[in-house]
């Protein structure tokens, strides 16, 4: 059991950058504006298991993302002329296994990487369809949980030529995690399977989400873009748009589990760091009872749920065990950001930081340029004993 003594608070700084422009304006604001500590480290920042690119494998590596997600080789290079840091060593590409002096490109190598495995992290979220929200829209609701020193804490807004304007939380600058388009179509993730090993390239989920919310205006869009895609990772996601169409995504690698909810079929639609679709069984065994017990919590309050939710974000904020909001942030998984997403207003209210502790920010798409700095307290608390323990 956690005592007062064992508890410590932390202060952390978030930025919400909002740009515009061509592609290649968007990244050399980007680089500019991301080039002093600590920001600048989120470039180039990479797991201790992979090497970086050769230029020619980067560059490789770059023509294969542009082709699925066309400009951010604009991008990335803009980035790169202002940053001063060269496209190899942008971890958003991947990077290289190397084994009895062989290297394995992440994002493109023909056998596959030997073996690079996932993180430890969280994440919790849901859908809400318009009868169950007492404002009648449709409502998504996730929170992001993991080590505060492996985020770069960074919410965008970003007005990029050619693109759906879209609001997310990045992730190796040029990736996205969770959140909406200009089209009212909106995405929520999570790791599905922790510990589980790929062995196969291709793109990670912050790649898989940057595609999806600039290409996409509806849920069918993204089921036949993610059809087209070749993944390397393990995710749950949950898609709705403004129609009232809604899915449930499961992802391993090559392996897709998919159940779609057209606006007649309206429901309730929840994931946190397990499978649940048949398709998915033999993934049963590394179901983590934390993860279990996240799942039932949302369950419980949306399945079957009597009268509409008069405010999704009080299901954030409620304390873990008893809820979805966690506190063991120097073991890995901790609630660093939280979204509620109002697929008919457009908006997201962000919370930086834990919600149990922070206040929200209502966000939209017409923000004016620069770059605002937010402040968040964490109280870390050690995980328990077990934490990490499977189910069977």
């Known amino acids: 059991m956690a005592t007062q003594s064992n508890r410590k608070s932390y202060t952390l700084t978030y930025r919400h950058?909002?740009?515009?422009?061509?592609?290649?304006?968007?990244?050399?604001?980007?680089?500019?504006?991301?080039?002093d500590d600590p920001w600048r480290?989120?470039?180039?920042?990479?797991?201790?298991?992979?090497?970086?690119?050769?230029?020619?494998e980067a560059e490789k590596a770059l023509r294969l993302a542009d082709d699925h997600c066309p400009g951010i080789a604009e991008e990335i290079q803009g980035a790169s002329e202002t940053s001063r840091i060269p496209i190899e060593k942008m971890t958003f590409l991947g990077?290289?296994?190397e084994v009895n002096g062989s290297r394995y490109p992440t994002l493109y190598s023909v056998d596959g990487p030997p073996s690079v495995p996932t993180a430890e992290g969280g994440c919790s979220h849901f859908y809400l369809p318009r009868h169950l929200t007492s404002e009648r829209h449709l409502q998504m609701g996730v929170n992001y949980d993991c080590?505060?020193?492996?985020?770069e804490l960074r919410l965008c807004t970003t007005r990029i030529t050619g693109k759906a304007a879209h609001i997310s939380f990045s992730d190796n600058v040029f990736g996205r995690t969770s959140g909406i388009n200009e089209h009212g179509f909106a995405i929520t993730s999570s790791l599905g399977s922790p510990r589980s090993e790929v062995r196969i390239a291709g793109f990670t989920y912050n790649i898989v989400?940057?595609?999806?919310?600039?290409?996409?205006?509806?849920?069918?869009?993204?089921?036949?873009?993610?059809?087209?895609?070749?993944?390397?990772?393990?995710?749950?996601y949950l898609f709705a748009d403004r129609s009232g169409e809604s899915a449930q995504v499961e992802i391993a690698c090559d392996k897709l589990a998919i159940?779609?909810?057209?606006?007649?079929?309206?429901?309730?639609?929840?994931?946190?760091?397990?499978?649940?679709?048949p398709e998915m069984d033999e993934f049963i065994p590394l179901r983590m009872k934390q993860s279990l017990r996240r799942w039932e919590f949302l369950r419980s309050h949306l399945e079957n749920a009597p009268f509409p939710i008069e405010r999704p974000h009080d299901l954030l904020s409620a304390p873990f065990p008893e809820g979805l909001c966690v506190s063991h942030y120097?073991?890995?998984?901790?609630?660093?950001?939280?979204?509620?997403?109002?697929?008919?207003?457009?908006?997201?209210?962000?919370?930086f930081g834990p919600p149990s502790r922070n206040?929200?920010?209502?966000?939209?798409?017409a923000q004016p340029v620069g770059t605002t700095i937010h402040q968040a307290t964490i109280e870390n608390i050690p995980a328990p004993k077990g934490f990490w323990a499977t189910a069977s």
């Open 17 to 35: 950058d909002v740009f515009e422009g061509s592609p290649r304006e968007a990244g050399r604001w980007q680089g500019e504006r991301m080039s």
């Open 41 to 56: 480290a989120s470039f180039s920042g990479k797991p201790p298991f992979l090497k970086f690119y050769t230029r020619q």
């Open 95 to 97: 990077g290289c296994v």
């Open 147 to 151: 080590h505060p020193g492996m985020q």
């Open 209 to 236: 989400s940057r595609i999806l919310l600039d290409q996409c205006a509806s849920v069918a869009e993204a089921i036949d873009r993610l059809h087209s895609l070749p993944i390397a990772w393990y995710s749950n």
């Open 259 to 277: 159940r779609r909810f057209t606006s007649d079929e309206a429901r309730a639609l929840w994931a946190t760091n397990h499978y649940t679709l």
């Open 330 to 351: 120097l073991n890995g998984f901790g609630t660093l950001e939280s979204m509620v997403l109002d697929l008919d207003a457009v908006t997201a209210d962000v919370c």
């Open 359 to 365: 206040p929200w920010h209502t966000i939209t798409m």
